[in-house]
Nanobody, 129 residues
Framework: EVQLVESGGGLVQTGGSLRLSCAAS????????ICWFRQAPGKARETVSA????????YYANSVKGRFTISSDNAKNTVYLKMNSLKPEDTAVYYCAVGYGLGVHLGAWGPSDDGMDYWGKGTLVTVSS
């Protein structure tokens, strides 16, 4: 089965940057989306970003658009989330997830967590004010 391991979280000041990594293995299909979700204490899990295996298209939540960039290094089987201009409200556990059958063009559509088939254990990002 697919295994996902996140890394790169930590403590950063407001306005700073971090790059999260999601190392993936065990795929049995070429049709999927790799997504980043986050969940802050007491809040619902929300979709942050996604990238499609079909055409490489990407999705960003409005709250992170222009600040975060998702990318992939296929040779390393790794997806990254570069986070710039971080704000305290970005503080959350960030999860990498894979949804099979979602290798479609991404635009305004953002994958939801109930469409995910595999999840990493998360990495904590804390942005100090």
């Amino acid at each position: 089965e697919v295994q996902l391991v996140e890394s790169g979280g930590g403590l950063v000041q407001t306005g700073g940057s971090l790059r999260l990594s999601c190392a993936a293995s065990g795929f049995t299909s070429d049709d999927y989306a790799i997504c980043w979700f986050r969940q802050a204490p007491g809040k619902a899990r929300e979709t942050v970003s996604a990238i499609s295996s079909g055409d490489g298209s990407t999705y960003y939540a409005n709250s992170v658009k222009g600040r975060f960039t998702i990318s992939s290094d296929n040779a390393k089987n790794t997806v990254y989330l570069k986070m710039n201009s971080l704000k305290p409200e970005d503080t959350a556990v960030y999860y990498c997830a894979v949804g099979y059958g979602l290798g479609v063009h991404l635009g305004a559509w953002g994958p939801s967590d109930d469409g995910m088939d595999y999840w990493g254990k998360g990495t904590l990002v804390t942005v100090s004010s």
